[in-house]
């Protein structure tokens, strides 16, 4: 019996009909993956996945430095969120920076029975006394939509009393299923409110924004790094190290490099419908893939003396890590491994792996769609359900003014027919035939495919980790890189290479024996018997 059929096993028959179809044996020779993904978790399943309030507030705008970031709600959502995600920033001359702070209305009993605008506008009005932000959000937890607090009409009375921007967010944490919906809401408000605005010309025609790239223990630093270096210029990080001002500009670039299809695929669209800026899915984990991205970058540029730059830095760079690489690989060759991260680190760390010999078993998403798992071919057939329904999707009109193309329309065609611009492809095609793909894998489910597949290396977030400890198994957070990093690009592999040698030779987790396996823990009799 196939380990996903053990796992299966021992569910009742219904909850059996519903896992069964978040579970993919890959072949990709007969073409059919396909998954169930993004729906509910069954209800008394202990999920991994997080809330919507996680994806708006804590994800997409989270890492946003100068706009203060006013949580409408009890104080734990905002305790949760305050730096646990290590989105990094500098603070820059002349731009505010709230990133250390925590807003919150600490709401009450007294506000969930009375309503608590009130204390918003008073939330408001003392970040304005003391701050004088130049930009305001405010994001809803779950009592407010619960209540009817209009947060969008005080954040209109915040714009008219103090002329700066207020931008509402109503991403209550029980709406949708996952972090996903948070995600579609920060990026439909960004579109109306921010993106479009600015008025700065980039300096140069090799013009890029970094869309899905927020900067977590450094990543989004190293591939602009990178990307400086062979003459780019970034105009905006979505939303890695951010400025409202850099994100109003995006619209000028040239080409959106996608880094996390998830968060962000919304607003890489709308760019390109409304502004004609188009998007190339990248990945900077991995040194063949960030090789791979900027060479899809030169290619779109199609300019022999940017093409000639690109293949000097690569050369160069992996003359510097070479040597170090090599080295890793060497003691982590044939070791084997288990992803389950949100919703594009269990394929993207996937590509770093194979870079140092690891084999990957089994990987999955808390929140990824079908488009995540399958590639964007599938998005036709995805069916909406109530959930998805729920949550507001906005379109967009090509702006006369301020639409451009880099490259003739026909050849942005032809490009994207090639499924070169405008495509993510997935993680099953990077996936060898007879691994697994499980979506909103589960507390129960990672014990046991831990226990069947016998990986080296488990890498997940906070709440599965000490699953993977407690079987003896090496964990590793790719949420969090657990206070390392950065791992993106090619100084990042390094650090993830030494990282994870560090980790599998030190085999704490499996030397250890739970006490209760030595010695009982509880000591009596039972119907007479000891
Ligand atoms: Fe994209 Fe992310 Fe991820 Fe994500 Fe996240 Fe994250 Fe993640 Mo944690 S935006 S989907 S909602 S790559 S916070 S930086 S690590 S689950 S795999
Ligand atoms: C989130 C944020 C999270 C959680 C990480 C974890 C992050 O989804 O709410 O579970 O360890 O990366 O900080 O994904």
Known sequence: ???????????SSRV??????????????????????????????????????????????????DAVQIVHGPI?????????????????EDTDHYLQYCFSTDMQEADIVFGGEKKLKKAIEEAMDIFHPST???????????????????????????????IAFSCEGYKGVSQSAGHHIANNQLMRFVIGEGDREPKSKFSVNILGEYNIGGDGWETERILKRIGYEVVSVFTGDSSIEDLKNAHKANLSIVQCHRSINYIAEMLETKY????????????????????????????????????????????????????????????????????SRAHHYQLLLNDLGITTLLAGYEFGHRDEYEGREVIPTIKPDADSKNIES?????????????????????LKEENFLGYYGGMVKD????????????????????RLLKPDIFFSGIKDKF???????????????DYSGPYAGFRGAVNFARDITMGIYTPAWGLTKAPWKTTPTLVGTLGGEA
Not at 29 to 54: E, F, L
Not at 138 to 166: F, M, N, Q
Request: glycine share 8%; proline share 3%; aromatic share 10%.
């Open 16 to 65: 059996y009909k519903n896992r069964k179809e978040h579970m993919v044996e890959v072949n990709n020779n007969d073409n059919n993956n396909m998954i169930t993904a993004n729906v509910r978790a069954v209800p008394g399943i202990m999920t991994h996945r997080g809330c919507c309030y996680a994806g708006c507030k804590g994800v997409v705008l989270g890492p946003i430095k």
């Open 76 to 92: 734990g959502c905002s305790f949760y969120a305050w730096g646990t995600r290590r989105h990094k920033a500098k603070k820059v």
């Open 467 to 481: 699953v993977a400890q407690k079987s003896g198994v090496l964990s590793r957070q790719l949420h969090s890189y």
């Open 1 to 11: 019996m196939s380990a996903k059929e053990q796992v299966l096993e021992n569910y």
């Open 431 to 450: 996936m060898k035939d007879g691994t697994y793909m499980v979506d909103d894998l589960n507390h129960f489910e990672t014990e046991e495919f831990i």
């Open 394 to 414: 906005i379109t967009v009109e090509p702006d006369q003014e301020k639409y451009h193309l880099y490259l003739p329309e026909e050849e942005v065609n032809r």
């Open 276 to 343: 004609g800026v188009s998007w190339l899915k990248g990945n900077f984990v991995g040194v063949e893939a960030t090789i791979k991205t900027l060479r899809d970058i030169a290619k779109f540029f199609n300019d022999p003396e940017m093409t000639a730059r690109t293949e000097d830095v690569i050369a160069d760079e992996i003359n510097l890590i070479e040597d170090d690489m090599e080295y890793y690989k060497s003691k982590l060759k044939g070791k084997k491994a288990v992803l389950y991260v949100g919703g």
């Open 136 to 166: 305001i959000f405010i994001c809803s937890t779950c009592p407010v939509g619960l209540i009817g607090d209009d947060i969008h009409a005080v954040a209109r009375w915040a714009e008219t009393e103090y002329g700066i921007k207020c």
